[in-house]
């Protein structure tokens, strides 16, 4: 079972080493890596500075996926709606995502993506 966890600044805990992470089709940078034993925590920065604002009632689709050092890739998404910088009313609307936890399974096959069998949100 693999355990990820994505807080934010987004962080990635892992029993696996990541070897790569793209997040909406682009490589994120590694901010920070503590590896302790067989586990490790993963801190990536993710900017959206560049990125247009969304148009009225759309959503972004944003693929994760992680590479994984053992061969395997973890794959999901997530949506978002972009707002402009200057708009303070909608950054704090609704609950505080404070992290992701994914429950997954895996064939131990090189190449073959992680099954994830449980989401929860926090």
């Given amino acids: 079972m693999l355990l990820l966890r994505i ?7 892992f029993i696996f080493r990541i070897r790569r992470l793209s997040w ?4 994120l940078s590694k901010e920070s890596e503590k590896v302790d034993g067989a586990s490790g ?9 560049a990125v247009e604002p969304s ?10 996926v992680v590479f994984l050092e053992n061969g395997e890739q973890v794959m999901f998404s997530l949506q978002a709606k972009y707002y402009k910088p200057a708009d303070e ?4 609307w609704g609950d505080e995502l404070k992290g ?3 429950e ?4 131990g096959n090189v190449g ?7 989401t929860a949100f926090r």
């Avoid at 807080?7 to 805990?13: Q, V």
């Avoid at 925590?41 to 500075?49: D, I, K, Q, R, S």
Wanted: hydrophobic content about 30%.
């Fill in 7 to 13: 807080e934010f600044p987004l962080s990635l805990f």
């Fill in 24 to 27: 909406g089709g682009a490589d």
């Fill in 41 to 49: 925590l993963f801190t990536y920065e993710w900017n959206t500075v």
């Fill in 55 to 64: 148009k009225s009632g759309t959503r972004s689709r944003l693929p994760l």
């Fill in 89 to 92: 009313s909608h950054y704090r």
């Fill in 100 to 102: 992701i936890e994914l």
């Fill in 104 to 107: 997954c399974t895996t064939t």
């Fill in 112 to 118: 073959d993506t992680v099954k994830i069998s449980k």
